[in-house]
């Protein structure tokens, strides 16, 4: 192929390389605007023109942290000079931070941030676990109706949430579970099981059925035949649907908004809710999505090799 | 002899009855996830087809009554909801639209080797594992009229875009295609790269024109795969809720799923909004299937 190039063929090359690099700048610039109002001084959020290029401080992540209010006097020198580094930017806003005793008053931020690291962790960990072994019987097993019960198991995944949060909610609420972890945690495995067994099944179909055999005739029982042949080979592919049930959760919410408000509330439905009304402090706001959106990224570069049998629930791969 | 017993293990041998049987084992990995499937998402599906037939509202305690088909005749004629899928259709067909040319564009674009490709292809695919409430919220940042920064770059001053009622579901739409053209990126370049390369090379030694290999190697070959993000992502833009919800409260962009939010949760109307979200579920269930069948397809090949 690449012998008979002609030179207006490299040129088109050259061409899409560099519209590659502009539609690359492009769809980043949003992420970069986020990311950086998180590091921007209060008034540079909002300047006109649009502030690119400053010097980046740490200020907005006090801020989202602590409680404050704004004070109505300067604040008393001793005091600030006895204060940490951080408490002093606060201080500087014409804010204080609120405390109790000595003890800082934090957010709700941080509180937010975690019921969504419990909720999802949980989820995610039922949801593969019970979706490992349903893909391993889909995967081995003689099932009457099988692709019928997999077209169920996939359409409970496609259900809108809203629909399925009227009856859910009704039920909650007369079971007490409404605004608890154990109700969201409930929700998110119903919603990632299915692509759990789908994901798990492909890669489960991908592990050689003479392992097992093999082990079989070597005097293993078929579930020990299971955990320490099966389970090892299908490590990559546990990995790889757990973060993706991860991210699913840890984004989710619909469910979230309506089951939770303030107990077991996570941060998606939290973070736009504190735009509130009147101007928004854009740069506490984004330096809450910031640390939210961090870990995504992270694990998308992880992932990166299994994106699209992701995506596809495991019908397509590389 | 032992290669016959390692392919074909006999049902009946001592190898394969040891133990629990295959049968209680298949059952037991599988019986729970059916069980728990049933109870969280057909169970409450049940008891809200029950409620879709009385006039149940949620936040009051007077005793309901059976209505029989009248919630679902009135929604069938009411001009409010029809409006509301109106809108969802427009958006739908802009927002997939856009997605499927910015992505299948970005494919194209992508579909040659060059120095950091991994890197950049793994960067442009960002924005679709983000939360959408989260993008819906960040990308009014961005839209803020006077000092967002969309409307520094493109000169057009205090334009409200979340604010107008013309422009609030093109905005939107907007977000979506960012959020999701990677999608539709990343499925079609599996299928360029999936079309065998001596195609190319037996059109080259014709003197094929560009446009000529386009449309009868390219094209025809990645359409399989191509629909199965179109069908994907219009079921998906149907159900869409979170980014409209957190962007804008404009009623031009009030999408059916936020319809059924706000009557449900807000209006407190649940009778009404069950049988409202059965008229939705078994909408988008002919897509899933549509799906589905697609998906197979597209496996066995």
């Known amino acids: ?318 | 002899m032992a290669s016959v017993a390692l392919t074909h293990l006999d049902p009946a041998s001592r190898a394969a009855t040891r133990g629990w049987s295959d049968l209680t084992i298949r059952n037991m990995f599988i019986i729970p996830t059916l069980v728990f499937l049933i109870v969280f998402n057909i169970f409450p599906l049940i008891y809200s087809l029950g409620y879709s037939f009385t006039n149940f509202a949620a936040n009051r305690s007077e005793p309901w009554q059976f209505v029989g088909l009248q919630n679902y005749r009135e929604l069938l004629t009411d001009d409010h909801i029809w409006s509301n899928f109106v809108i969802t259709a427009k958006y739908v067909i802009v927002s997939v639209a856009g997605q499927m040319i910015v992505g299948f564009g970005l494919a194209l674009l992508l579909n040659r080797s060059f120095p950091m490709k991994g890197l950049i292809t793994t960067l442009l695919l960002l924005p679709m594992m983000m939360s959408a409430a989260v993008v819906g919220l960040f990308w009014q940042l961005l839209y803020s009229p006077s000092w967002g920064p969309i409307n520094y770059v493109f000169g057009l001053g205090d334009f409200a875009w979340l604010s107008n009622s013309d422009s609030a579901l093109y905005a939107v739409a907007i977000t979506d295609i960012w959020m999701w053209s990677p999608f539709v990126m990343l499925l079609s370049l599996a299928g360029l790269s999936a079309v065998p390369q001596h195609l190319y090379e037996a059109a080259a030694i014709d003197r094929a024109s560009w446009w000529y290999t386009f449309t009868r190697i390219t094209l025809p070959l990645v359409s399989p795969i191509l629909l199965i993000a179109l069908i994907f992502r219009t079921m998906e833009a149907f159900k869409t809720f979170d980014i409209a919800y957190t962007m804008t409260t404009q009623p031009t962009a009030e999408l059916i799923a936020i319809r059924l939010y706000k009557q449900a949760f807000q209006q407190w109307d649940t009778g009404k909004s069950c049988a409202l979200a059965y008229i939705v579920l078994i909408m988008v269930l002919a897509i899933t299937n549509l799906y589905v069948k697609y998906l197979n397809k597209v496996k066995e090949r």
Not at chain 1, 73 to 96: C, F, L, N, S
Request: one cysteine or more; a positive charge; proline letters at 6%.
């Open chain 1, 1 to 318: 192929m690449a012998a008979v190039r002609t030179s207006s063929e490299i040129a088109l090359n050259r061409v899409a390389i560099a519209a590659v690099l502009i539609a690359t700048l492009v769809f980043l610039a949003p992420i970069y605007w986020i990311a950086s109002t998180a590091f921007k001084p209060k008034e540079l959020a909002v300047s006109v023109p649009p502030t690119v290029l400053f010097q980046p401080e740490v200020t907005p992540f006090v801020r989202l942290f602590t409680k404050r209010v704004q004070m109505q006097k300067t604040v008393d020198p001793q005091v600030y000079e006895a204060a940490p580094w951080w408490e002093k930017r606060i201080y500087d806003g014409g804010e204080r931070v609120l405390k109790v005793g000595k003890d800082v008053q934090l957010s709700q931020y941080p509180d937010r941030f975690m019921n969504s690291l419990i909720v999802a962790v949980i989820s995610t960990v039922l949801a593969v676990g019970m979706g490992t072994f349903t893909a391993y019987g889909f995967s081995r097993f003689k099932i009457a109706g099988e692709a019928d019960l997999l077209f169920f198991i996939l359409s409970t995944r496609m259900l809108p949430p809203v629909v399925v949060a009227i009856p859910m909610f009704l039920m909650y609420r007369a079971v007490g579970l409404n605004d608890s972890h154990i109700g969201l945690i409930i929700l998110y495995v119903a919603f990632n099981l299915s692509f759990s067994v789908w994901l798990m099944k492909g890669f489960m179909d991908e592990i050689p059925k003479e392992y097992e055999e093999a082990a079989l005739v070597d005097g293993y029982t078929r579930m020990q035949a299971f955990f320490k042949i099966v389970l090892p080979e299908a490590a990559t592919g546990i990995a790889a649907t757990a973060v993706f049930c991860f991210i699913t959760a840890w984004n989710e919410y619909a469910f979230a908004l309506i089951m939770t408000n303030r107990r077991a509330q996570t941060a998606p439905p939290f973070i736009p809710s504190q735009i509130g009304s009147g101007l928004p402090d854009w740069t506490t706001i984004a330096a809450g999505t910031f640390l939210f959106l961090l870990p995504v990224a992270i694990f998308t570069f992880l992932l990166r090799n299994h994106l699209l049998r992701g995506v596809t629930f495991g019908a397509i791969r590389k």
